[in-house]
């Protein structure tokens, strides 16, 4: 599918609430060097602002899910994260250790190798163990398309939906590249109204994630949550767009 152009794409109707935008990220606390002070930090912004959920790593489970008990956020982590390289046992082990500690949303990296191999039906059967495992919990799919072609990007979203994934993700936002509306575009086609499209990687301005938004994309990885929706509220407020980004990558790569 052709993608219009940013300009074409720049966002013109009535702007969402804060609630509303912050209801679609998942806040991102997932780098390797983050302190735990960084993250009580970082699970404060997601309480703030309600976001949809926080995106923690695995050791941080049990501290986000005591942060955030009593909030409307999610506590959601990853399974396989960032690689994607681990055995299916591993990544189901993963998955039920992390629900049984409360997380309320897994996102897992498939296995990249074995896709871009052509071997669909391997990633097939991997997603739908680790849904098992998640017992009724939100998965989110992690294609990583960065390593990816367009038709390989297709049969990783048509895997997930056929092993009952609930989201297609673009990106762990830890390769070279993050989301575009060109694969925001191909995601949302390839799957069914039944799944969402996450945006993730890159998304750290207010025009980026409309534009994603218009394209489809439903929920939104994010570290630049609290920066996000300050612009949002500058918009409220009648200012001027911070510094032309709304002609900027949309994904800031
Ligand atoms: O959600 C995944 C990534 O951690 C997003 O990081 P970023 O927003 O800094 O690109």
Redesign the pocket.
Known sequence: MSVAPTEVLRWDGPLPSRDEVAGMI?H?L?RPELTRDEVEAGLAVAREYGTASV?VRPSDVTAAVAALRGTRVAVGTVVGFPHGGCTTRTKVAETAELAGLGAQEIDMVIDIGRLRAGDAAFVQHEIAAVVQAAQGRPVKVILENHFLTDDQKVAGCRAAEAAGAAFVKTS??FAAG?ATLADIALMRQAVSPAVQVKA?????ALDALLRFHRLGATRF????TAAILGELERRHNGEAPLDGTADSDPAGY
Do not use: H, K, P, Q
Request: net charge neutral; charged share 10%.
């Open positions: 998942d991102s997932l995106c762990t936002g993050g993730a990687g890159g998304v750290r990885g994010a570290t630049a």
